[in-house]
């Protein structure tokens, strides 16, 4: 697990560097069969090393690391129990936060968004490390790979822990993109029917693949 560890906290600081973790507010995690390597409580994700994260197995419980995983341990063992995820991201990314604690779901007004499953929802508040906030984020996140959470921050998954930090990138620049259309005006939404066109051609002309130029 030594390199999934490092990988871990490789995330974590790539994505402190990109604005969307700040001190030690967010967690990254990333799962290997039956084990999960998390950034530890109270890690500085800007400065995280493969000593700040942790590794638990699906139960919780500590296998590797002196540290104490981080307080939403059970949320992301929650995502890793639902879903094939290979890795979980939760942000307190700044547009992604704002957009949380104003909108009840983030609608689709780029088509970009529909890799993330379509309209984001918001998960209801709950103290941040409970059950209860688990749960909300766990319903939200059904049929999607990323979910916000009210007046707290987003989660995103991924097949691979590159995936889930393209995923928070992406979902922290539709949040910033439906802040900029709302100043301007009210925002176009693209509709069931636009959605679906674009969803057909992406999958007719291998739309996000590598391809060899024709010749």
């Known amino acids: ?19 969307l973790l700040v001190g030690t507010a967010g967690n ?32 919780g419980r500590v296998v590797t690391g002196s540290l104490a995983p981080t307080s939403e341990v059970a949320l992301h063992l929650g995502v890793y129990a639902d879903t094939p995820a290979g ?25 970009q968004q529909l890799t993330l499953g379509g309209e984001v929802r918001v998960a209801p508040y709950a103290t941040f490390g409970t059950p209860e906030l688990a749960a ?20 995103t998954l991924g ?12 979902l922290e620049w539709l949040c910033q993109l439906h802040h900029r259309a709302s100043a301007l005006g ?8 636009q959605q679906a066109d674009v969803v057909r051609v992406a999958l007719e002309r291998g739309y996000g693949a590598t391809r060899k130029a024709s010749e």
């Open 87 to 111: 890795a979980c991201v939760h942000t307190h990314a700044p547009f992604a936060t704002a957009v949380a604690c104003v909108l009840d779901v983030l609608p689709v007004l780029h088509y």
């Open 186 to 193: 009210t925002p176009r939404v693209l509709t069931e029917e």
């Open 136 to 155: 909300h984020v766990r319903a939200g996140l059904a049929g999607r790979s990323a979910v916000l959470m009210a007046n707290h921050g987003s989660v």
């Open 28 to 59: 990254v995690s990333a799962r290997e069969g039956d084990l999960v390597a998390i950034t530890a409580t109270g890690v500085r994700l800007g400065a995280c090393t493969e000593d700040d994260v942790t590794v638990v197995d699906l139960g």
């Open 1 to 19: 697990m030594t390199s999934l560890r490092a990988a871990v906290a490789a995330a974590s600081r790539q994505l402190a560097d990109a604005g």
């Open 159 to 170: 097949g691979s822990l590159d995936q889930a930090v393209e995923n928070a990138l992406l």
